[in-house]
C-alpha cells in the first residue's frame, strides 16, 4: 500500500467524497447514456463515467492508506443508525479492479459492439454497463449488510439484460441469460434471507455493528442458518462449484463486452462478499465459520479446480473452454481464501486480481477476433496468429499467465498460493495445484495450437487484426499481466493490506 | 403444535419458499419458473415482516400515549408483555423491515420484468416456452452446422 500512502489523486474536496461518488459517477453517467442522442455519445459517456469512477478509487485508496478505513456516512446519520459506505484495503482493492476493468471494457465497447447490438440500442445497452458497473462498486463500498443485497441487484439485473442482448448474434444467449436469472435470483434472495435472520438477532445492519454483536452469539442457532443462507447464496453469485451451473452459457453467449467484463468482475465481487462476511461479520474463530471453510470450501475448491480444467479440455467453443477455466480459478481463489491464514488469503487475493486481468485480456482477444468473423468454435480461429498477429499475441500473453509460466502475474500468485499451502500443510493442495497447471497446459496449448501453428479453413474469411482503439485496451490488459508478474509490489502490498485489514478487525 | 400456532407466520414462510422453489426447479416451462420464482421471493417478504412485528403494537407514528388513541392503543396490549417489558404507553412495531421489504419488492418486480421479457425473446427465437424443447433445438442447430461443414468439405 506505500505506493497508494503518497498518492493523493484528487483535490481534498473531491476526495471527502470519493467514497460515495465512485459509485454515484457510473450511475449518472448511466442515466446519460440512456439519454445520448446516439451510440458514439453513449460509448464516450461510458468511457467518461468509467474513467471518473477509476479517478475516484484511487482517491480512495489513497485515503485508506493513509487512515485505514475511510467511513462515509450517507445523509449524515452516524452509524450505526444511518446506511454507512466502510471502505477498507479489501473494499479499495475491489474498487480499483473493478473501476480499472471497467475502463478497459469501456475503451474495446467502442468497437465490440458493432455487429452485435443493433446501432439505435447501443446507447441502451451502454446504460446497462454502467449500471451493472455501479452496483459492482457499490458491493465494494458498502457496509451495510442489505445495502449490499440492493447493490448485488442493482449489478445482476444489467447483467440478465445484457447477456440476453447478445441473442443479436447467438439465439442462445437468450436461455443462458434466462438460467442466470433463476439462478442468480435464487442466490440473491438465499442471501437477503440469511441477513434477515443476522438482523433478527442482532437488531442492526450495519456490518461494523453487527459483527460486535455477532461475537458473542457463535452459539445461537439463527446466526448459523443466516450463515449457511449467506455463504449458499452467494456461492451461487461467485460459481462457487458445484454451484457453478449457470456461469459457461452465460460467458459462452454474452456480447464480447459483458464476456470481458464479467469474467473479470461479477464472481469476484461475490467472492468479496464472501471474505467480507465469512471474516469481518461473522466471528472467524467460531466452529461452524471455520468448519465451514475446511471441510467444505476448501475440497469443492480443490475438485472445481481439476473438474472443471478436465472440462476446459473437451469443450469445442472457445469462450466455452475459457469459461470452465474461469470456474476453475475461482476455485484457486476460494482454495486461498478457505485456508484463512494472511498468508493464504493474500494469495488468494493476488490470484483473483491476477486472473481479472488475464481472463479480461484473453476474452476481449477473443471478442476482437470475432469482430471480422463470425468465429465461435475453436477450429474457426485457426490460422489466427498469420492474419492478426498482434491481437494474437495479447491473446498469447494472457494465456501464458493463465498457465503460470515463470515472468507472468499468474505463476506468482500460483506460487503464493502454494507456499500459502505448505504453510498451512495442505499438501494435497499442493498436488491438486501441480496437477492443474499441467491440465491447464493442455487446454491452453490446444487453443494455441489451433490459434498459431493450423493453417486457416480453406474458403473461410481470414480474421482480421483488431482495430487500434481495441488494441490498445486488450495490451494495456496483456501488460500489466506481465509487469504485475515482475514487480508485483502494487498488486500484492493491496492483497497483503486486505487480508491484514480482514483478519485483523478483531 | 403450540410451538406451530405460535410461529405460523414462519410456517408460512417455509411453505412458500420451499414451494416457491420446487416450482423454480420442478417445472421446464419459463413463464411458470418465474412464478415460481416471484412466490419464493414473496416468501422473504412475509418473513421479514414477521420479525418486525410486535404483539399489539401499532404503525410507528408517534401517538400521545394520554390522548384517547393512545390510550385505546395500550389497552389492547398483552398483560404479560406490559408486565415483562415493564411497556408505559403506545407500543410501536419496527418499521425498518417494512423499509427493507419495499426495497426487496421493487428488486423482485424488477427482476420478474426483465425475466418475462426475456421469456417473450425466446418465444420469438424459438418458437416455444419449454427449457427441453429449447435444449433439443439447440442441439439440433448444433449437429445440423456441424453436418454442413463436413458435407462442404468432402465437395
Known amino acids: 500500500m506505500s505506493f497508494f500512502a503518497d498518492l493523493y489523486a484528487a483535490p481534498p474536496a473531491l476526495l471527502a467524497h470519493a467514497a460515495v461518488l465512485l459509485v454515484i459517477g457510473p450511475l449518472m453517467a448511466a442515466a446519460a447514456a440512456a439519454l445520448a442522442p446516439n451510440a458514439r455519445w453513449a460509448w464516450m459517456i461510458a468511457v467518461g463515467g468509467s474513467v471518473f469512477a477509476f479517478w475516484m478509487a484511487l482517491g480512495v485508496a489513497g485515503e485508506v492508506a493513509r487512515q485505514g478505513v475511510v467511513t462515509y456516512a450517507m445523509g449524515g446519520f452516524a452509524p450505526p443508525r444511518g446506511i454507512t459506505f466502510r471502505i477498507d484495503a479489501l473494499g479499495a482493492m475491489f474498487a480499483l479492479l473493478i473501476s480499472a476493468i471497467a475502463v478497459a471494457a469501456s475503451l474495446f465497447s467502442g468497437h465490440s459492439l458493432d455487429g452485435e447490438i443493433r446501432p439505435g440500442k447501443r446507447s441502451l445497452f451502454q446504460a446497462g454497463f454502467l449500471l451493472c458497473q455501479a452496483g459492482l462498486l457499490g458491493m465494494s463500498a458498502t457496509g451495510d449488510a442489505f445495502n449490499a443485497f440492493v447493490f448485488l441487484e442493482v449489478s445482476s439485473i444489467g447483467t440478465y439484460a445484457l447477456i440476453a442482448a447478445g441473442s443479436g448474434r447467438d439465439r442462445r444467449a437468450l436461455p443462458a441469460a434466462f438460467n442466470y436469472l433463476i439462478m442468480g435470483t435464487v442466490g440473491a434472495t438465499l442471501f437477503v434471507t440469511g441477513v434477515g435472520f443476522l438482523y433478527a438477532a442482532t437488531g442492526t445492519l450495519n456490518m461494523a455493528d453487527m459483527a460486535q454483536r455477532l461475537a458473542t452469539l457463535d452459539d445461537n442457532r439463527a446466526v448459523q442458518a443466516g450463515f449457511a443462507f449467506i455463504v449458499v447464496g452467494l456461492g451461487i453469485k461467485a460459481a462457487m462449484f458445484p454451484l457453478h451451473g449457470w456461469l459457461p452459457g452465460a460467458y459462452a453467449h454474452a456480447p464480447s463486452l459483458m464476456a470481458v467484463f464479467l469474467s473479470a468482475t461479477a464472481t469476484k465481487a461475490a467472492i468479496y462478499l464472501i471474505v467480507r462476511f465469512a471474516y469481518t461479520v461473522f466471528d472467524p474463530g467460531a466452529a461452524f465459520v471455520a468448519h465451514f471453510m475446511d471441510w467444505i470450501v476448501a475440497p469443492l475448491a480443490g475438485t472445481a479446480i481439476i473438474v472443471c480444467s478436465l472440462q476446459a479440455m473437451f469443450q469445442t467453443e472457445l469462450r466455452r473452454m475459457l469459461a470452465y477455466s474461469s470456474v476453475a480459478q475461482v476455485g484457486y481463489i476460494l482454495l486461498g481464501v478457505a485456508m484463512g491464514t494472511a498468508a493464504g488469503l493474500t494469495g488468494g487475493l493476488l490470484h483473483l486480481f491476477n486472473h481479472a486481468l488475464m481472463k479480461a485480456a484473453l476474452f476481449m482477444a477473443v471478442g476482437a477476433m470475432a469482430l471480422s468473423v463470425k468465429a465461435v468454435k475453436l477450429t474457426d480461429f485457426s490460422g489466427a496468429a498469420r492474419s492478426a498477429p498482434w491481437t494474437m499475441a495479447a491473446f498469447g500473453v494472457a494465456s501464458f499467465s493463465l498457465m503460470g509460466v515463470p515472468l507472468t502475474a499468474g505463476f506468482l500468485s500460483k506460487w503464493r498460493l502454494v507456499e500459502a499451502a505448505i504453510g498451512v500443510e495442505w499438501w494435497w493442495a499442493v498436488a491438486v495445484i501441480a496437477v492443474s497447471s499441467l491440465l491447464a497446459l493442455v487446454y491452453v496449448g490446444r487453443m494455441l495450437e489451433v490459434m498459431v501453428f493450423r493453417s486457416a479453413v480453406a474458403g473461410g474469411d481470414a480474421i482480421k487484426e483488431a482495430p487500434i482503439g481495441v488494441l490498445i485496451p486488450l495490451w494495456m490488459l496483456a501488460m500489466a499481466s506481465v509487469w504485475f508478474g515482475v514487480d508485483a509490489s502494487i498488486p500484492e502490498g493491496l492483497a497483503r493490506a486486505s487480508a491484514a485489514a480482514v483478519l485483523g478487525v478483531r | ?155
Open chain 2, 1 to 155: 403444535m403450540s410451538f406451530v400456532t405460535s410461529h405460523f407466520n414462519y410456517v408460512v414462510v417455509i411453505v412458500l419458499m420451499m414451494g416457491g422453489l420446487f416450482i423454480t426447479f420442478s417445472t421446464g416451462n419459463l413463464i411458470k419458473r418465474m412464478i415460481g420464482l416471484a412466490i419464493f421471493q414473496t416468501s422473504v417478504g412475509v418473513l421479514y415482516i414477521s420479525l418486525g412485528k410486535v404483539a399489539g403494537g401499532t404503525a410507528a407514528i408517534t401517538i400521545e400515549a394520554t390522548s384517547e388513541a393512545g390510550r385505546a392503543l395500550s389497552s389492547k396490549l398483552d398483560p404479560g408483555y406490559v408486565a415483562q417489558y415493564g411497556v408505559d404507553g403506545v407500543v410501536y412495531s419496527n418499521p425498518l423491515p417494512h423499509v427493507l421489504i419495499l426495497t426487496a419488492i421493487v428488486v423482485g418486480v424488477s427482476t420478474l420484468a426483465v425475466g418475462l421479457a426475456i421469456a417473450v425473446r425466446v418465444r420469438e427465437a424459438y418458437g416455444t416456452v419449454e427449457a427441453g424443447e429449447i435444449a433439443a433445438a439447440d442441439q439440433a442447430a448444433i449437429a445440423q452446422a456441424d453436418r454442413r461443414k463436413s458435407g462442404g468439405r468432402g465437395r
